[in-house]
């Protein structure tokens, strides 16, 4: 008798679940579109308030599976099973924050779309970038930044998505299809770029586009450049986004919503990209048209982002992220550089707090 109630109290879990999952189906028939990986459409959907509830009297059901005792270990921390729920508190923020990537992608047990909502606003803010940056091949980048403001807001968004199927090439590249660099012999500044390219092992089909990223607004417009680098700026800073947005994602399962910030603010940064700037000695490629004796933080930062949009293409991106960038999370870990002064300081006061222990988890000032 007792095996009969275990089971039929497992009932309005199953008839939840296959409802649920019949809903999602009619939401692909919506769509017009299958995903590979039913799960994963489950979890965006999964806000983080969402507790189940079984059936119409939730509380007699929950209380009689716990009391049956089918579901419930015999063995082990009970705290175990709200390790991944609790994301807030200063306590948790240095736990978390302490770990490392792991070494191979693993699935996440964090059962709601928070850490979704981190990945595809990465994802929705790079495809609007990308269609305005081909669309107007002659707007700067404050009117890119302003349009893409509005189209991030925008409920037509996935109608873009369905009429644009192929990009078009940069004007650079239409100009010379095949490839420009036998301009190399008639511009000294191209001839010094080939060894910026042996130096970091890549060579640029187009070279001019690289010229590019390295010409400050200040030297106007040219037939080399035919513009400045603010453009490609722009399409770099949102490249790097996705793409450090979608390795935290994949390979820090622990990590909620705002850890995966945290961290990427750590990666994404004018400090952190002064350094590959500096490491890989882009400053000394720079053209103005006032040669300057030393670049700020800012201006190495703008530097490496226009090279990271005019070496463009998902896969030479992710490499160079690979690469140049991800390498140095561990570092960032280890000296808590994710962390900002109204957070260490609350660290200070939690170390250093009576020995008698105590709350509150959230110091008073």
Sequence with gaps: ????????????VLVCHLRFHNSLTILEESLNY??????????????????EHFGTNPDHAR???????????????????????????INTLINIMSRFGKQEETES?????????????????FLSSIHLFFSFPELEEGGLATYRAAIVQNQHLALLA?????????????????????????????????????????EFNHIRLLARAFTDRS???????????????????????????????????????????????????NRTQAVVCDDLGMAQYALYSNPKPELKTKDRADLLEAFIGALYGMEFCELFCQVTLFPRLQDFIMNQDWNDPKSKLQQCCLTLRTMDGGEPDIPVY
Aim: glycine share 6%.
């Design 162 to 202: 369905r009429v644009w199927v192929k990009l078009p090439p940069h004007p650079l590249q239409e100009q010379e299809p095949t490839g420009d660099r036998h301009w190399i012999q008639k511009f000294e500044i191209l001839n010094k770029l080939t060894e910026f390219e042996m130096s970091i092992n890549v």
């Design 109 to 125: 047990n964090i059962t709601h779309n928070e850490r979704l909502e981190f990945l595809g606003d990465a994802v929705v803010e």
């Design 34 to 51: 299958k995903f590979q990986n039913r799960g994963l459409l489950q979890l965006a959907l999964t806000h983080p308030s969402y507790r």
């Design 219 to 269: 030297v106007g417009y040219t037939n080399l450049t035919m513009g400045s680098n603010q453009r490609l700026e722009f399409l770099g800073d949102t490249v790097l986004q996705l793409i450090a947005s979608e390795y935290l994602y994949r390979y820090f399962p622990e990590h909620h919503e705002g850890h995966l910030s945290l961290l990427r603010s750590s990666l994404v940064n």
């Design 63 to 89: 209380n009689s599976l716990t009391n049956c005792g089918i579901r419930q270990p015999e063995y082990g921390d009970r705290r175990i099973h709200y390790m991944n729920t609790r994301k807030r508190g």
């Design 1 to 12: 008798m007792c095996d009969i109630v275990q089971h039929a109290m497992l009932m309005p």
